[in-house]
T-cell receptor, first 115, second 111 residues
Framework: NAGVMQNPRHLVRRRGQEARLRCSPMKGHSHVYWYRQLPEEGLKFMVYLQKENIIDESGMPKERFSAEFPKEGPSILRIQQVVRGDSAAYFC?????????????FGDGTRLSIL | QKEVEQDPGPLSVPEGAIVSLNCTYSNSAFQYFMWYRQYSRKGPELLMYTYSSGNKEDGRFTAQVDKSSKYISLFIRDSQPSDSATYLCAMNRGGSYIPTFGRGTSLIVHP
C-alpha cells in the first residue's frame, strides 16, 4: 500500500531554469495539496487540487508558479524562471474523496536547490 | 498573532520521560486537530487526529483537546531516542480541507 510518492527527491536548478516537481497520491486519494517548507518555518499551503481542477490556489505566488493534476498521471508543481528564494522543501499531501473530514498524508518531499 | 502558536523548542528530555507538547490557537472555528511527526529530511507523518474536545490514546501517545482554553496537547509516555523529531500540530475548520499548521516543536530524547 504505497504512500504519497514524490520525485525527484532532490532537484538542483540554475537561476532562470524551470523546475518540475511530481506527486502521485496514495491509492484511492483524489485530493492533492502542495506545501512549501523553509528551515525553521512551518508548512505553508500553496495549492489544493482535485482531478483536472484547481480548488484553492490562495497560497501560490501569482507569477512563475503553476500546478496541475491531470486526469491521468501525477500532479505537477511547476516553477518557471527559478530564483534563489525558491530554494525550499516542497511537500505534497493527499486525502481521500468525500464530504467527511479526512486528514492529509504527506510524501517525503522534493528538496529544491537553486544555484 | 498567529492562528496557531507552537513553541519551537528544542525540548530535551531523558529517555523514559513523559513528554508534553502543546499548541494554542485563536480561531474558535477549528474542529479537527492533528499531530504530525517529522524526522529530518522526511515528510510529516500523521500520528493522531481528533474531533472536538476530549482525549484520544494510541499506544504511548495521548492527544488532548481543550476547546474552552483553545489548547491542545500531545503526551508521549516512556519516551525513546527514536521519538526525537519535530512534532507539528495542525487544525481544520469544519468544512475546510486546508489545515493550519504550527511551526513545530523539536524534541530530543537522549539516552
Amino acid at each position: 500500500n504505497a504512500g504519497v510518492m514524490q520525485n525527484p527527491r532532490h532537484l538542483v536548478r540554475r537561476r532562470g531554469q524551470e523546475a518540475r516537481l511530481r506527486c502521485s497520491p496514495m491509492k484511492g486519494h483524489s485530493h492533492v495539496y502542495w506545501y512549501r517548507q523553509l528551515p525553521e518555518e512551518g508548512l505553508k499551503f500553496m495549492v489544493y487540487l482535485q482531478k483536472e481542477n484547481i480548488i484553492d490556489e490562495s497560497g501560490m505566488p501569482k507569477e512563475r508558479f503553476s500546478a496541475e493534476f491531470p486526469k491521468e498521471g501525477p500532479s505537477i508543481l511547476r516553477i518557471q524562471q527559478v530564483v534563489r528564494g525558491d530554494s525550499a522543501a516542497y511537500f505534497c499531501a493527499s486525502s481521500p474523496p468525500g464530504g467527511v473530514f479526512q486528514p492529509q498524508h504527506f510524501g517525503d518531499g522534493t528538496r529544491l536547490s537553486i544555484l | 498573532q498567529k492562528e496557531v502558536e507552537q513553541d519551537p523548542g528544542p525540548l530535551s528530555v531523558p529517555e523514559g520521560a513523559i513528554v508534553s507538547l502543546n499548541c494554542t490557537y485563536s480561531n474558535s472555528a477549528f474542529q479537527y486537530f492533528m499531530w504530525y511527526r517529522q524526522y529530518s529530511r522526511k515528510g510529516p507523518e500523521l500520528l493522531m487526529y481528533t474531533y472536538s474536545s476530549g482525549n484520544k490514546e494510541d499506544g504511548r501517545f495521548t492527544a488532548q483537546v481543550d476547546k474552552s482554553s483553545k489548547y491542545i496537547s500531545l503526551f508521549i509516555r516512556d519516551s525513546q531516542p527514536s521519538d526525537s523529531a519535530t512534532y507539528l500540530c495542525a487544525m481544520n475548520r469544519g468544512g475546510s480541507y486546508i489545515p493550519t499548521f504550527g511551526r513545530g516543536t523539536s524534541l530530543i530524547v537522549h539516552p
